[in-house]
């Protein structure tokens, strides 16, 4: 407990000197504060004893509290609130956040200090105790011990909250004349945001799950849900629909949203301005939404709700999620088993996520939900993405290889004209003397020079097929890689037992690489890993007449090498047909897309059909080519 040693000065006078032992431990650094009087030394005892044996918040030592030394304008509240009063482009219930945030989140903290430099301003250190306070939850410092607990902040929420003390210190550095030369919120450590806990905030409801949930609702409650799903508009966008935001746009039905709920100041709600300028926006909807939607316009005055809760008036959120949607919820849990508890906001988010399954483009999402940067658009829904990974790879795969089928979402829209005229980019095919390949007398000839020995090479026989490299990590990732893809089969093979295993594993599986001091075999020797892809076959056979003799075949696919010359292709779909002695004939279709051999297979059936006469490999691609493409023979 801090003490008061009593001393004489010279002239007789008396100096009272408050000690005590820097958090009260018996070891700590002594802490000493001098007073002329007797009562302010007793005064400032007891403030070190109600803060823990430390400084009292906001005391410059030798001059006493900041804001007896300081302007009564500098100190951080009023600073604050004054900063927040000057913002522009601030609607009233954001303003009346900001001020909420100042008072119940820094105050307590910033309280007592300036936001000047010098004794008794804010500083780095006190920004970082202050983040560390919030991701902890522990109480502020002016906090009374019985207050309860602080609540422990998310990571995002905490860099919130700093962002915007972050302004408030920035407009003290920004002020003429400037009151600090530096932001003390910079290179604070702000917790690292998780993004699973992030996403976990977000519910993307399947299409039946909201089926479930619609069914648990009561019929008030029903369209309004099915206009915030189908629009994909903010709650307090679709409760403020009025029967003159109806609308037409490129002969298609359609909504105008160009006003919102929000609250002021006061907390009272009022119609305003949608969040951002691009939240104003014409949303096109279906004509059964907008038949339910005139239906309730009928009789209306033009500014009137067109959703209105039990008495008449506004919708109230909270009244519509514990009447409503929270009921609803329970009814599709225990009926059909969701597990999911989403918040009405939710159904913004699965609208967007059904958009990006229905493969639409991000921008046209964008504009739909009126986010003003295409960012928040990608930051919110981006890991959806994956949902378009075909249509990702089917469009570079087009790109690359003019053979290749033209991607679904260019030939449905017709936006596959807008890339007439692009180059053609170079491709490396298969085959002897292609790049990569060395052939295999330069090997087996090359000359020995003095002292440099022979060339060796690393061979790895793969189903009874010898295939030499250059380097031998090449040779060892090719046997990894080929005993991998058939590790099924092998597998099979080794539970048979022994004596089969030793002979057919050595037929199905690669064994090396082995080295050996120069290639003298046939074929290439391999500088790269040669080229691998999946490959997808499918044939059938017609008699004379063009009758089918049996159904194609199941299309299966396997792992083909680039070496394997009568396997191999890199194309998305090709085919050929062959006509026998006995008048039957087969049509073959193979590829590395499962769908374009399906078609192919088809095409190659249509030509046969049709009369043509059979083609030779290389065959021609397929993306739906007709008959008419072939030259007859």
Known sequence: MASIKKREKRDGTFTYTVLWRAGGGRNAKQESENFDDETSAERFKDLVNGFGQRWPLGWIRGQGFVAEQRRPATMFEPFALAYIDRLTGVQGDTRGKYKKEVRENMAPWFGPYSVEDGEGGISRDMVQDWVDDLVNGRLAPLDLPDRKPRTKYKPKTVRDKHGLLFSIMQAAVDAEPPLRASNPCTRTSLPRADSAEEEEDIVFLEREEYGWIYEGLVDDAKELADAIAETGCRWGEATAFQPRDLRRRNGRPAIRVQRAWKRDEDGKPVLGPPKTKKSRRTIVITHRLDRILRRRAKGLVPDALLFTGPEGGRWDPGTFRRLRWLPAIEYAMEKYGLIKRPRIHDLRHSHAAWLIAAKVPLPAIQGRLGHESITTTVDTYGHLLDALDDEVMAAVEWAMNPDAPLPGFLASTGLHAATEGLPVMPRQGSGVGQPGWTDASEVAEEPQTAGAGERPVFVVTAAGRKVPFVDEQHAQDFTDQWNDDHADELAALRA??????????????????????????????????????????????????????????????????????????????????????????????????????????????????????????????????????WDKQ
Do not use: C
Not at 518 to 535: A, D, I
Not at 537 to 566: C, K, N, Q, Y
Not at 568 to 592: F, H, V
């Open 496 to 629: 048979e037992g022994l004596a089969i295993a030793v002979e057919q594993i050595a037929q199905q599986g690669a064994i090396g690489p082995e080295r050996r001091n120069k290639w003298v075999g046939g074929g290439p020797v391999w500088t790269r890993m040669p080229g691998r892809e999946l490959v997808y076959s499918s044939w059938a056979t017609l008699d004379a007449g063009g009758m089918l003799v049996s159904e194609p075949a199941a299309i299966s696919g396997r792992w083909t090498w680039e070496f394997e010359h009568d396997e191999y292709t890199s194309k998305a779909a090709e085919y050929r047909t062959e006509r026998r002695s006995d008048g039957q004939t087969e049509a073959y279709a193979r590829g590395i897309n499962k769908s374009a051999v399906r078609r192919a297979t088809e095409d190659a059936l249509a030509r046969i059909a049709d009369g043509g006469a059979h083609g030779e490999w290389p065959p021609t691609a397929s993306s739906g080519v007709s008959a008419a493409s």
